[in-house]
C-alpha cells in the first residue's frame, strides 16, 4: 500500500507517517486525487492511501467531459484546464472508409458543449 500525505509530497509507507490528518482519503484515483488536492488547498491535513504501491502506468482519462468541466469551474480549475487542453465540439464515427455516425457534443446539456483532451500527463494515471 502506498500513502501520501497532504502536508508534504513525498509518498511515504504508512507506518514512516508521523502526522495526524484531518481526513483519510482511501483511493488515489482521479477522484480520491482531486478530494485529497482540494482538501490540501483548503489546509486541511489529509492522508491519501491506495492499495497499489504505484501508479498504473497507463492514462484512464483521456478525454475530460462536459461536466467534469464544470467541477473545475467550481474549484476555480477551469480556466487553467481550457488553456491547456484540445477542445472536442463534437466527433465523427468511421469504419471501412464510411461514416457511422457523428456526435454533437454541443447539443448536450450544460455549459460547455465539448470535451476536453489534456494536452499534459492525465492524473488519472494513478
Ligand atoms: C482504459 C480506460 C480508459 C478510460 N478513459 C477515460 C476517459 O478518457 N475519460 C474519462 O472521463 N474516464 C475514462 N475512464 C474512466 C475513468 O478512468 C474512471 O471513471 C475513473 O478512474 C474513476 O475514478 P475513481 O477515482 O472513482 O476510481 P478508480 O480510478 O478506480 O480509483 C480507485 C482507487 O482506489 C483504490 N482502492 C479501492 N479500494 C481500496 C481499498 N479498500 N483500499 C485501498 N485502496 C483502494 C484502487 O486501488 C484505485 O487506485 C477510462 C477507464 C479505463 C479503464
Excluded: K, N
Excluded at 12 to 17: E, F, K, Q, R, V
Excluded at 20 to 42: H, N
Excluded at 46 to 59: E, M, N, V
Amino acid at each position: 500500500m502506498a500513502a501520501l500525505s497532504g502536508r508534504s509530497s513525498a509518498v511515504s509507507s504508512p507506518s514512516s507517517l508521523d502526522e495526524r490528518p484531518s481526513v483519510v482519503v482511501v483511493g488515489a484515483g482521479p477522484t480520491g486525487l482531486l478530494v485529497a488536492a482540494d482538501l490540501v488547498r483548503r489546509s486541511v491535513g489529509c492522508l491519501l492511501i491506495d492499495g497499489h504501491d504505484a501508479p498504473l502506468g497507463w492514462d484512464r482519462a483521456t478525454i475530460v467531459h462536459a461536466r467534469t468541466i464544470e467541477i473545475f469551474e467550481a474549484l476555480g480549475l477551469a480556466d487553467q484546464i481550457l488553456d491547456q487542453a484540445v477542445r472536442i465540439r463534437g466527433s465523427r464515427l468511421r469504419s471501412d472508409m464510411q461514416t457511422l455516425g457523428t456526435l454533437d457534443l454541443g447539443s448536450a446539456d450544460g455549459r460547455y458543449g465539448m470535451d476536453l483532451v489534456s494536452l499534459r500527463t492525465s492524473p488519472s494515471r494513478s
